[in-house]
């Protein structure tokens, strides 16, 4: 299978011109509220956000949805949450990646905490892949995607995305 690339570059600034704005209204969104994935076991879930990436556990409960479901959530700084499912019972098989579903999660971290959180998960025996000397790319127990990013809230490899 040939990808015409020139062709998706035109299209990527075709649609950019069309419908990025300079002058872009405020979003009607207050922010992220939570994100959430499934987890296939709580604690080890809690070791591996809390104890390895250091992001606190906030709260658990039972899933309102479905008796006997912990939802329980992570601070991820800057008043957002990472938030996880576990559902007994069900057999939701392990993480795939389809059109429509998660890619990666990106979390915003200062430099040095990217270099001690690189250094933790390489300890841990994580196996991560390090792109442009600013992202962290690995996999959470579950298989889901999960990425460091060394770069401020509201920018991308030095572009402002926000």
């Not at 059109?99 to 841990?124: M, Q």
Request: avoid cysteine.
């Amino acid at each position: 299978m040939s990808i015409d690339y020139q062709a998706i570059e035109a299209k990527r600034e075709r649609i950019k011109a069309e419908h990025l704005r300079e002058n872009r209204p405020p979003s009607s969104a207050r922010g992220l509220h939570h994100f959430a994935l499934i987890s296939s076991d709580v604690e080890a879930t809690i070791r591996f956000y809390q104890d390895l990436l250091e992001f606190p556990l906030t709260e658990i409960f039972e899933n309102r949805d479905y008796q006997g479901s912990n939802h329980f959530f992570f601070d991820i700084g800057n008043g957002n949450l990472l938030a996880f499912f576990d559902f007994p019972g069900l057999d939701l098989g392990p993480y795939r990646e389809v059109l429509g579903g998660l890619h990666h999660v990106a979390v915003s971290v200062d430099p040095s905490t990217w270099e001690r959180l690189r250094g933790k998960l390489a300890a841990a025996g994580v196996p991560h892949q390090v792109e442009s000397g600013t992202s962290i790319y690995f996999t959470d127990p579950d298989g889901a995607r999960v990425e460091l990013l060394a770069d401020p809230l509201g920018e991308m490899y030095g572009s402002r995305v926000l």
